[in-house]
């Protein structure tokens, strides 16, 4: 199942949830930082250990304090005007993240932030169809997939490409 909601991504009770992560790892600021606060300083230093991560990639650290067990942080592109291979890439960090996820075998349930879309400046509506395609191809492996949408904007969006508009 897919489902889009509007919410705190840091207060879901899913198995794993995806951080729109920087290349260092380290936290930054939108959903970022939020994950980073959340889940408390040990995150930092879990996903230190893997600095850095290319663009298109992903890695998986506990949640520590956050109700997910797992955060896996996947590194999308900036936008440079869809002309550097940024489509590739985005899909890349969600086929990457879904990949971990399997990898690691308890998690049934994952939600997924619009990544790329803020500080990264990826337009909304071409980010929505990279990220409910691969959504869609990994749907019988999972129990749960959520698009976590911050603003109501996005989740119309995120819930028109889902339903096929």
Not at 136 to 162: H, K, M, P, S, W
Request: hydrophobic share 45%; aromatic share 8%.
């Amino acid at each position: 199942m897919i489902e889009v909601v509007r919410a705190d991504i840091t207060t879901l009770a899913t198995d794993a949830i995806v951080n729109a992560a920087n290349e260092q790892l380290a936290g930054g600021g939108g959903v970022d930082g939020a994950i980073h606060r959340a889940a408390g300083p040990e995150l930092v230093r879990a996903s230190m250990a893997f600095a850095p991560c290319p663009t298109g990639n992903a890695v998986i650290t506990p949640g520590f304090r956050l109700p997910a067990k797992y955060v896996i942080h996947a590194v999308g592109p900036v936008w440079r005007g869809g002309t550097h291979g940024e489509e590739p890439l985005l899909r890349s960090a969600y086929v990457r993240a879904f990949e971990l996820a399997l990898d690691q075998g308890d998690i049934h349930s994952i939600a997924f932030p619009a990544i790329s879309t803020g500080a990264y400046g990826y337009p909304i509506r071409a980010a929505a169809e990279v990220a409910i395609d691969v959504m869609r191809r990994y749907r019988q492996r999972f129990e749960r997939i959520v698009a976590c949408a911050f603003d109501e904007q996005a989740a119309r969006i995120y819930f028109d490409r889902l339903s096929g508009k």
